[in-house]
């Protein structure tokens, strides 16, 4: 029979859409520890839960779904109506396919017993981050960690299952809501970041092996903390700017973060005069970025030592957070006299 080669040469009459996340996620299942592929699917259903939460936000001004929820969560904190949207989103996708037996949200006091004893996976979440930044129109976001649970399948959620130090992640990743909605994650085999083709209903791989510069040009903290923040790190602010850094603060740690990511910087909340521990959540906001961060060349420290060595004694548990370019935060570790 004869045949011919397949001639990609079209011009410009059809360019390539690349990669699918799922395509992607089906062609690395091989680097997973386990590769049963029940990993694979709560990455599929996460990525899922997102688009739905991606179109939420794209058109809050038009529904009800801003404002204030009217009620405060376990930390204290007002909830928006779209906390609550997009943590019922995540955690009824992540109940469907029996893979994760437990969830623990930003949004909830306990942990979601999703009643799935044979399923294999922990995930911890913070549903929407910088809520504060929805009514305004500013980039939000998703963040994510997927643990191994420790104790046996089939038996009943154990505390040790969920308060995993943050180097027992096997994924992790986030969403950002930006003027593109991107998905980026890590198994721990670099870190991948994919853009949402809205009108296709897919993620395409758009930056691929992802490397935060070492050094960077950029700090950001919210400088109305500097008057009950330590001394030192208002040094290390001060040199940055000698050094002609720039200021750049959204207030949404995911789009803070993934700015600097690309661009090179480093991220500060520190602990305050009121705050002793920061701001930050270990379980929901800094071990998932830590993890990432570290896979893209970057670092992550509370000041004193590694996020993802800290053994976590509470879910809600906060810790100062500095992340970043690598020598940034090496640098502001020895400002602390570390
Ligand atoms: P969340 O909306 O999930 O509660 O997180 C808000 C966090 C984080 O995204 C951001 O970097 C930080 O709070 C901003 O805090 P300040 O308003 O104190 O600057
Ligand atoms: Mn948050
Ligand atoms: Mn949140």
Redesign the pocket.
């Given at each position: 029979m004869k045949t011919q080669p397949y001639k990609q040469d079209t011009g410009n009459l059809a360019y390539k859409v690349g990669v699918t996340l799922d395509r992607f996620i089906k062609s690395k299942q091989a680097d997973f520890p386990y590769a049963t592929g029940e990993l694979s699917q709560i990455l599929r259903d996460i990525a899922l839960a997102s688009k739905i939460v991606s179109r939420e936000i794209s058109r809050a001004g038009l529904s009800d779904v801003t404002g204030a929820f009217g009620q405060t969560n376990v930390q204290g904190?007002e909830q928006q109506k779209l906390d609550v949207v997009a943590n019922v989103r995540f955690t009824r996708a992540l109940t469907k396919g029996g893979e994760v037996c437990a969830v623990v949200s930003?949004e909830e006091d306990l942990v979601i017993d999703l009643h799935n004893s044979k399923g294999k996976y922990v995930v911890a979440i913070?549903p929407?981050?910088?809520?504060?930044n929805v009514d305004v129109n500013v980039s939000i976001g998703t963040i994510f960690s997927i643990y191994r649970r420790l104790s046996p399948v089939g038996s009943p959620i154990q505390e040790k299952d969920v308060l995993q130090n943050g180097s027992g992640q096997v994924a992790a990743g986030y969403v950002l809501y930006g003027s593109s909605t991107m998905l980026v994650y890590t198994t721990g085999h670099g870190a991948n970041g994919f853009t949402y083709e809205r009108s296709l209903g897919e993620f395409f791989l758009s930056h691929p092996e992802m490397r935060m510069p070492e050094d960077g040009a950029i700090y950001t903290i919210?400088e109305g903390l500097t008057p009950h923040i330590n001394t030192n790190i208002l040094s290390y602010l001060e040199a940055c700017k000698r050094r002609g850094a720039s200021a750049r603060y959204i207030?949404?740690?995911v789009a803070?973060f993934h700015r600097n990511l690309l661009k090179g910087g480093i991220y500060l909340?520190p602990a305050t005069a009121q705050a002793r521990q920061g701001?930050?959540r270990l379980m929901y906001e800094a071990n998932a970025l830590a993890f990432i961060a570290e896979q893209a060349g970057g670092a992550a420290s509370d000041g004193r030592q590694r996020i993802l060595d800290i053994s976590p004694e509470g879910l809600h548990q906060r810790t100062p957070l500095f992340i970043g370019s690598k020598n940034m935060v090496k640098q502001l570790e020895e400002a602390l006299g570390n």
């Open positions: 904190e930003e913070d929407l981050d910088g809520s504060s919210n207030g949404s740690l803070d909340y701001k930050i």
